[in-house]
């Protein structure tokens, strides 16, 4: 009897290792897509600004779409948001 519960006690033990595994390998696969999505999204979104006002709407956004942008970098654009 005590040999089944050393195999059950072991099998929980893989199957909780290979769960955590898994959900590891997806976390640092999420993270590390997202800053490729993000850094291509900046790219695109400073290409597009226009040099003499920054502030103002480039081509392919809308002023929501912009705004947005323009709030994930307070920092770039303090003088566009609203205090």
């Known amino acids: 009897m005590a040999d089944i519960s050393k195999i059950i006690l ?23 897509s997202n800053i490729d999505y993000n850094s291509a999204e900046f790219n695109k979104a400073l290409a597009a600004q226009d040099p003499l006002d920054k502030c103002k709407t480039p081509a392919g956004y809308t002023d929501e779409s ?7 970098h307070p920092d770039m654009y303090k003088e566009c948001l609203p205090n």
């Open 10 to 32: 072991y099998m929980l033990v893989a199957v909780l290792a290979i769960v955590i595994a898994f959900s590891v390998y997806n976390y640092i696969k999420k993270t590390s």
């Open 66 to 72: 912009w705004r947005e942008h323009m709030g994930h």
